[in-house]
């Protein structure tokens, strides 16, 4: 793998929100940037919620060619692109933006990476799945889960919020105590709750998870969170988030350069840098 040198016709990519500095995006990136032969690097930048408009404008003042979205931005970002993707539209919230010719638009990779993380083990239509979450990362999922005909119901710690997503969707939602008697193909976490540095937290109980033939976690620093080790121990299959990053990378890191990445490539980079090697 040829290695790139950066030079004045280098084209940057990244990543924005706030916190980033757990992030494996650029580890990914730049491999299959490398990999392919191509003039790109990837940063990560933290952006402070008052500055998120100044952000988004240094995108076309110096020509950034692509930006991923985290949490808390995926919503927020909306007001400060010029276009939306149709389906971006109907997800209501961003983690991908396209810089052509300083015409910026917004995408969601979110919804394929979360379809194909699924998939690799289970179909989604007629599955019973229940969300856990109800912010921007939920958005992407809850659209994922309808447009393959799955039945979700979204449960929040503000019940409001859940109803609020659940509305659009056109789904049933309810309160995380609902956890204790919903039983279901499938459960979700689309919150952060668990990722490093607070590893040892958990949004739900072993006794909980029992109801659940799957779980998938969203977060994906450490591999295995508290959430997925409580459901190994319940007897349900996992999935980790990793999954759902590197093909949500995948399909961003095709909308920038065109072309298809190393997907092998990108998960191998992140479970060896996760894992301190």
Same mark, same amino acid.
């Given at each position: 793998?040829?290695?790139?040198?950066?030079?004045g016709?280098?084209?940057?990519?990244?990543?924005?929100?706030?916190?980033?500095?757990?992030s494996?995006?650029p580890?990914?990136?730049?491999?299959?940037f490398? +990999?392919?032969?191509l003039?790109?690097?990837?940063?990560c930048?933290?952006?402070?919620? #008052?500055? @998120?408009?100044?952000?988004?404008?240094s995108?076309? *003042?110096?020509?950034?060619?692509?930006? #991923?979205?985290?949490v808390?931005?995926?919503q927020?970002?909306?007001p400060?692109l010029?276009?939306?993707?149709?389906?971006?539209?109907k997800?209501?919230a961003?983690?991908?933006?396209?810089?052509?010719? /300083? /015409?910026?638009?917004?995408? #969601?990779?979110?919804?394929?990476g @979360?379809?194909? *993380?699924?998939?690799?083990?289970?179909?989604?239509?007629?599955?019973?799945?229940?969300l856990?979450?109800a912010?921007? *990362?939920?958005?992407?999922i809850?659209?994922g889960i309808?447009e393959?005909?799955?039945?979700?119901?979204?449960l929040?710690?503000?019940?409001?919020k859940?109803?609020?997503?659940a509305k659009e969707?056109?789904?049933e939602?309810?309160?995380?105590?609902l956890?204790?008697?919903?039983?279901a193909?499938?459960l979700?976490n689309?919150?952060?709750?668990?990722?490093?540095?607070?590893?040892n937290?958990?949004?739900?109980?072993?006794?909980?998870? /029992?109801?659940f033939?799957?779980?998938?976690?969203?977060?994906?620093?450490?591999?295995?969170?508290?959430l997925?080790?409580?459901?190994?121990?319940?007897?349900c299959?996992?999935?980790s988030? @990793?999954n759902m990053?590197?093909?949500?990378? *995948?399909?961003s890191?095709e909308?920038?350069?065109?072309?298809?990445?190393?997907?092998?490539?990108? +998960?191998?980079?992140a479970?060896?840098k996760?894992?301190?090697?």
């Amino acid at each position: 793998m040829k290695k790139i040198e950066i030079d004045g016709n280098t084209r940057i990519c990244g990543l924005i929100g706030n916190p980033v500095a757990h992030s494996m995006s650029p580890f990914i990136h730049n491999a299959a940037f490398e +990999k392919l032969g191509l003039n790109y690097k990837y940063f990560c930048f933290k952006v402070e919620n #008052n500055n @998120l408009r100044q952000a988004i404008m240094s995108m076309r *003042a110096i020509d950034i060619k692509g930006m #991923n979205v985290t949490v808390p931005y995926k919503q927020q970002v909306i007001p400060f692109l010029d276009e939306l993707d149709e389906v971006a539209k109907k997800i209501g919230a961003v983690n991908t933006i396209v810089n052509n010719r /300083k /015409k910026l638009k917004g995408f #969601n990779t979110d919804y394929i990476g @979360l379809i194909k *993380a699924i998939e690799e083990h289970t179909t989604i239509k007629g599955k019973k799945i229940v969300l856990l979450g109800a912010g921007g *990362a939920a958005r992407g999922i809850a659209f994922g889960i309808i447009e393959k005909k799955g039945s979700l119901i979204i449960l929040n710690r503000t019940v409001a919020k859940a109803k609020e997503l659940a509305k659009e969707f056109g789904c049933e939602y309810g309160g995380l105590e609902l956890m204790d008697k919903e039983k279901a193909d499938l459960l979700i976490n689309s919150t952060s709750v668990g990722m490093h540095p607070k590893e040892n937290e958990t949004i739900a109980k072993k006794s909980q998870l /029992k109801n659940f033939k799957i779980v998938l976690d969203a977060v994906y620093n450490p591999i295995e969170t508290k959430l997925l080790k409580l459901a190994r121990d319940a007897g349900c299959k996992t999935i980790s988030g @990793l999954n759902m990053l590197v093909y949500q990378g *995948a399909a961003s890191f095709e909308l920038w350069t065109g072309k298809k990445p190393d997907t092998k490539l990108m +998960k191998k980079i992140a479970i060896k840098k996760l894992k301190g090697e």
